[in-house]
């Protein structure tokens, strides 16, 4: 890019180093006249312009009576005249509601199709994302006839490939034909929700899926979907969709031969204005994050086209409205009594605990649990865990059976749990985009939330720096008595040698089943049976 005479703002894994300087100008022009988000406001179902009423129904059912300020923005952009002319790039705070600011017009715009196949893809980066973002779309698309699929490998990849495909009915015999065998395979899905890894297991593999048919991609959670490679889904997805004539791309049929099979693409080279030689139907795109990337070189991966900039406020990061910040001082061997006097404070609120490592999670959970008298319920949640653990203790938050969530960065992004008052970290977020995604676990859809900050002293100075790159930088100190510290004393001594025991005997078992393992190579097995 400095040939080009720009500078730009590295990332550093994944996270803008920015400058401390409070306003930051985007390097890309489209980024510097943006459409201001926090221009509109809630709007109720009946002033919303060409909304199926079926989708007001499935809406109220779902308890809401207006549109948020971003789903209007986007709204206006993607339905009626001169409608998704363009490819969006949405910034807007955590809980303002993204989810169905892209949901509701692709549902809409997808209603009048007269055939099924696949025509919106959306990519989050992990299964429960995913499987939260399926639930927003199957909560108003059946309403408008659509079917809506997810591709996150939570079941077999036969069942999955079950739902999301209709086989032709002479398949059970013999037939050698491939075009004629991939014309009797029909999409069972409108819209597919996905994770990177088995959507690229469904394009290599699965006979007769395809995107040939595909209008809509949105990349949900995009800064994170671009630092990480995930096999390439992003160049294979975007190559496929394009127009492809053998005499331009003469390797695709050999690369992907059930994907493009006979079946030619819709898409035709665009001489529509505008188009720029690009296909016509053009793939609408919409990337969406609270912490969107700027990167010039990061947002030429998705070849946005014509792309509108839609964001909230004047400053780079906005925290919610109703979020208020806080620091808990204390030194760093006596911060478990701080967090569990901060938790007996908060008089059993849900509440989601926040540690720097898949380690310090469960070691931290544990911990907890030889508090006796907490009177509240806690459980960890980290990729340490297998994911069927990890959805269940998801389930058993959401339904408030426990109310104290010990969890690693897992959780950081986009998880929405209704009902979280409070966030602590207990271990300092090391870059503003994990505190604005930790802390946007709560204050969510206009609703009150705090978020309190563990530091010890020489942290301080280094976390102040870092909130000065959010609108709302205030962080008062919140006093946690010393009393109520020192009466937690005695039973943190007993805590902490139980907690002792535990790690030996855990680490015992765990060398234990490696050496049997090891031996048997009954490990490898199932490890490789699993992915
Ligand atoms: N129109 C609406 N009225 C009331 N509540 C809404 C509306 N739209 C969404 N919500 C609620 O707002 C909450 C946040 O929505 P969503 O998860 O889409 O936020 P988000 O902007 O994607 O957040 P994040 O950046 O953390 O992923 C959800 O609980 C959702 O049910």
Redesign the pocket.
């Given at each position: 890019m400095s040939s080009l005479g720009f500078m730009v703002h590295l990332e550093r894994e994944g996270e803008m180093e920015e400058s401390t300087a409070k306003k930051s100008v985007p390097v890309l022009p489209w980024m510097r006249s943006p459409v201001d988000i926090t221009q509109f406001e809630?709007c109720p179902f009946d002033l919303i312009p060409c909304l199926d009423p079926r989708l007001k129904v499935a809406?109220q059912k779902?308890?809401?009576?207006?549109?948020?300020p971003?789903?209007i923005a986007v709204w206006q952009e993607t339905i009626g005249p001169g409608a998704f002319e363009r490819d969006l790039c949405i910034n807007?705070?955590?809980?303002?509601?993204?989810?169905?600011?892209y949901a509701l017009p692709i549902v809409q715009r997808l209603s009048t199709r007269a055939i099924k196949c696949l025509r919106a893809l959306i990519v989050l980066p992990t299964r429960d994302l995913a499987v939260?973002v399926k639930e927003?779309f199957a909560a108003i698309a059946p309403a408008v006839g659509l079917s809506v699929g997810l591709a996150v490998g939570q079941s077999s990849i036969s069942h999955e490939i079950s739902e999301l495909i209709k086989r032709p009915k002479f398949e059970a015999g013999i037939c050698y034909d491939r075009e004629y065998l991939m014309q009797g395979f029909e999409s069972s899905v409108d819209i597919l929700v996905a994770t990177p890894g088995r959507l690229m297991d469904h394009i290599t593999t699965t006979k007769g899926f395809t995107l040939e048919h595909l209008c809509y991609l949105v990349v949900?959670?995009t800064d994170r979907m671009l630092r990480e490679e995930y096999q390439s889904w992003l160049p294979t997805v975007l190559k496929m969709t394009r127009y492809h004539d053998e005499s331009i791309m003469p390797h695709v049929n050999s690369f992907f031969p059930y994907v493009f099979g006979p079946l030619k693409t819709i898409r035709r080279c665009g001489v529509e204005r505008g188009f720029k030689g690009k296909c016509y139907p053009r793939l609408v795109k919409m990337v969406?994050?609270?912490t969107l990337t700027r990167d010039p070189s990061k947002l030429a991966q998705l070849d946005l086209h014509h792309p509108l900039f839609l964001t909230s406020g004047k400053r780079r990061y906005q925290l919610p409205e109703k979020l208020e910040s806080y620091r808990v001082i204390c030194e760093s061997k006596l911060k478990p009594l701080y967090l569990v006097a901060l938790l007996q404070n908060l008089g059993g609120e849900k509440c989601i605990v926040f540690t720097s490592s898949v380690e310090s999670t469960h070691r931290l959970c544990t911990l907890l649990n030889f508090f006796g008298d907490l009177k509240v319920k806690i459980k960890e949640y980290s990729g340490l865990q297998r994911q069927s653990v990890r959805s269940k203790t998801l389930k058993v938050f959401r339904e408030g059976e426990i109310q104290v969530l010990v969890s690693s960065d897992a959780m950081t992004?986009?998880?929405?749990v209704?009902g979280v008052r409070n966030v602590i970290n207990y271990d300092r977020p090391p870059f503003i985009k994990t505190y604005i995604?930790r802390a946007?676990?709560t204050a969510?859809?206009?609703q009150a939330g705090r978020c309190f900050t563990l530091l010890h002293r020489d942290e301080v100075k280094r976390f102040r720096k870092l909130l000065q790159k959010v609108d709302n930088d205030s962080c008062p100190v919140y006093t946690v008595p010393s009393s109520s510290v020192e009466s937690l004393h005695s039973i943190y001594v007993s805590a902490l040698e139980k907690l002792k025991e535990t790690v030996e005997s855990e680490t015992s078992r765990k060398h234990k089943i490696g050496f049997k393992s090891s031996r048997t190579g009954r490990g490898k097995e199932k490890n490789s049976a699993k992915e």
């Amino acid at each position: 890019m400095s040939s080009l005479g720009f500078m730009v703002h590295l990332e550093r894994e994944g996270e803008m180093e920015e400058s401390t300087a409070k306003k930051s100008v985007p390097v890309l022009p489209w980024m510097r006249s943006p459409v201001d988000i926090t221009q509109f406001e809630d709007c109720p179902f009946d002033l919303i312009p060409c909304l199926d009423p079926r989708l007001k129904v499935a809406l109220q059912k779902l308890g809401f009576s207006s549109l948020l300020p971003v789903q209007i923005a986007v709204w206006q952009e993607t339905i009626g005249p001169g409608a998704f002319e363009r490819d969006l790039c949405i910034n807007s705070p955590t809980g303002s509601g993204k989810t169905l600011a892209y949901a509701l017009p692709i549902v809409q715009r997808l209603s009048t199709r007269a055939i099924k196949c696949l025509r919106a893809l959306i990519v989050l980066p992990t299964r429960d994302l995913a499987v939260q973002v399926k639930e927003v779309f199957a909560a108003i698309a059946p309403a408008v006839g659509l079917s809506v699929g997810l591709a996150v490998g939570q079941s077999s990849i036969s069942h999955e490939i079950s739902e999301l495909i209709k086989r032709p009915k002479f398949e059970a015999g013999i037939c050698y034909d491939r075009e004629y065998l991939m014309q009797g395979f029909e999409s069972s899905v409108d819209i597919l929700v996905a994770t990177p890894g088995r959507l690229m297991d469904h394009i290599t593999t699965t006979k007769g899926f395809t995107l040939e048919h595909l209008c809509y991609l949105v990349v949900d959670e995009t800064d994170r979907m671009l630092r990480e490679e995930y096999q390439s889904w992003l160049p294979t997805v975007l190559k496929m969709t394009r127009y492809h004539d053998e005499s331009i791309m003469p390797h695709v049929n050999s690369f992907f031969p059930y994907v493009f099979g006979p079946l030619k693409t819709i898409r035709r080279c665009g001489v529509e204005r505008g188009f720029k030689g690009k296909c016509y139907p053009r793939l609408v795109k919409m990337v969406l994050s609270a912490t969107l990337t700027r990167d010039p070189s990061k947002l030429a991966q998705l070849d946005l086209h014509h792309p509108l900039f839609l964001t909230s406020g004047k400053r780079r990061y906005q925290l919610p409205e109703k979020l208020e910040s806080y620091r808990v001082i204390c030194e760093s061997k006596l911060k478990p009594l701080y967090l569990v006097a901060l938790l007996q404070n908060l008089g059993g609120e849900k509440c989601i605990v926040f540690t720097s490592s898949v380690e310090s999670t469960h070691r931290l959970c544990t911990l907890l649990n030889f508090f006796g008298d907490l009177k509240v319920k806690i459980k960890e949640y980290s990729g340490l865990q297998r994911q069927s653990v990890r959805s269940k203790t998801l389930k058993v938050f959401r339904e408030g059976e426990i109310q104290v969530l010990v969890s690693s960065d897992a959780m950081t992004r986009g998880m929405d749990v209704e009902g979280v008052r409070n966030v602590i970290n207990y271990d300092r977020p090391p870059f503003i985009k994990t505190y604005i995604h930790r802390a946007g676990r709560t204050a969510r859809a206009g609703q009150a939330g705090r978020c309190f900050t563990l530091l010890h002293r020489d942290e301080v100075k280094r976390f102040r720096k870092l909130l000065q790159k959010v609108d709302n930088d205030s962080c008062p100190v919140y006093t946690v008595p010393s009393s109520s510290v020192e009466s937690l004393h005695s039973i943190y001594v007993s805590a902490l040698e139980k907690l002792k025991e535990t790690v030996e005997s855990e680490t015992s078992r765990k060398h234990k089943i490696g050496f049997k393992s090891s031996r048997t190579g009954r490990g490898k097995e199932k490890n490789s049976a699993k992915e």
